[in-house]
Every structure is written in C-alpha cells, then in structure tokens.
C-alpha cells in the first residue's frame, strides 16, 4: 500500500516567488493497483511522482511504502528503498546515448556488483520480455523511438521492483507504438505490478485494465 498522507510540495524560488506545486494530496494506492494521474503541464503530476520515489521531499504530509516512511528516510536510505522497491519509466527516456542497449540496460546494477553470470541472466530475461534482445550490442543513439522506449521499460524492470512509476510515457511515442507501451503496461499489471502513471495522453482514460484514473490540477487531487 503507497499513502500519501497530507503532502505538500512549495518550491520557493525567493521570498516573493512561490509555486505551491502539491497542495494537501491524501490518496491511498492498493497493491497491484494501476492508478492513472491525468492533469494538464503544470498541474503537480510530476511532482507527486518524485514525492512518491522519495527523489524530493515534501514540505508536509508524508508518503508511506508499506513499512517505510519514505519521506522522512536520509537521502541514502531513500535510493536504496528506490533502487530495491520502484522502476522508473521516463518520457525522454533517460539513456545513455553512447552506450550499447546491454550497457543501457545494466546501469541500475552497477551498485550492486552483480556477477557476470548474474547479469547476463538478469539481461536476458529482461531483453527477451521487452523484445529488443535481437538488439543488445547496437549503440542506443541509433535505436528508433519505440526501441529505445523498450530499452527504457527493460531497464527499469532489471531489479523486478513491485512499484512502477511512469511519467508521460507516451509523449515520444506515435500512435501505434504508444499502443504498443500499454499493452507492454497490461503485461505489467497482470504481473501484479503496482504502476502510477502520469499522463495527458487520453489513450490511458478508458482502458480496462486501469483501476483509477484521478484528475490532478494546481497541484490538487480532484
Ligand atoms: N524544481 C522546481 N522548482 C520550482 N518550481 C517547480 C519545480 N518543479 C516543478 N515546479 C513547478 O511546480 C508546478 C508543478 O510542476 P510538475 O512538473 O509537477 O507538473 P506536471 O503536471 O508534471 O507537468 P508536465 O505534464 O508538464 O510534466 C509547476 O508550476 C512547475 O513550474
């Protein structure tokens, strides 16, 4: 279970210059749920992600991860708790541009020393469930739109984390490989992943398989 207890995000650029870009935010998220945040550009989504991974802090309320207060955990203990428990999906996919998809792929695991036999197994489950294994030594700059998305999804899961957090995933994608990323999201679900996505993109509004869609907008849950 993800609370979000009371959050509150104010940047403050200056003592005159205030965006208060998460305003009171309760909302519970069940285990294996799949949640859809949909909000205009501005509206705080990206925001409650960051507050939900522990990558920023509130300026009150609290976010808790089953056992964990996650907003109240030293940075150090916050990125292993992340590094352990939640996969990243970005828009702009957040590669390595110079590096093979393999490389790619791996960079999660650099913390942890794995083995070499380790990593090749964990590479290769991950290549072959999103499809890009036929791709593993191409340097990442040259891979299409939608293969490099493939990389971004098989890179997030090397750590098979039970939380996945998505933001505007689709904003890269056309429409055919956007449909593409949500039946990869169906796959996840029916893995009994928990999956928050934040998205504009009104192809994630009436799917099936998604448990919630919540409006955000100024920062508040409608
Ligand atoms: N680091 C920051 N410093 C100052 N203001 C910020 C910072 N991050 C976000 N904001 C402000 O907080 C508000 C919410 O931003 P946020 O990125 O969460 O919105 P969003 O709904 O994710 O938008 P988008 O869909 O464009 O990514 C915006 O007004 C934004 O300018």
Redesign the pocket.
Known sequence: MIILKDLTKV?E?NKNNK?V??NSVNLEIKESELIVLK??????????LSLIAGLSKPTTGEVVIGENRVSKLPDNFASLFRRENIGFIFQKYNLIPTLSVSENILVPLIPQNPSNLEAKEILKRVMKKFKIEHKKDEIVKNLSGGEQQRVAIARSQVNNPNIIIA??PTANLDKELSLHFIEILRELKNDGKTIIV?T?DPLFFDLDFVDRVIE?SN?EIL
């Not at 909000?39 to 409650?48: E, P, R």
């Open positions: 940047f650029l965006t870009a998460v909000g205009a550009s501005g509206s705080g989504k990206s925001t409650i933001d505007e934040a504009h955000v920062g």
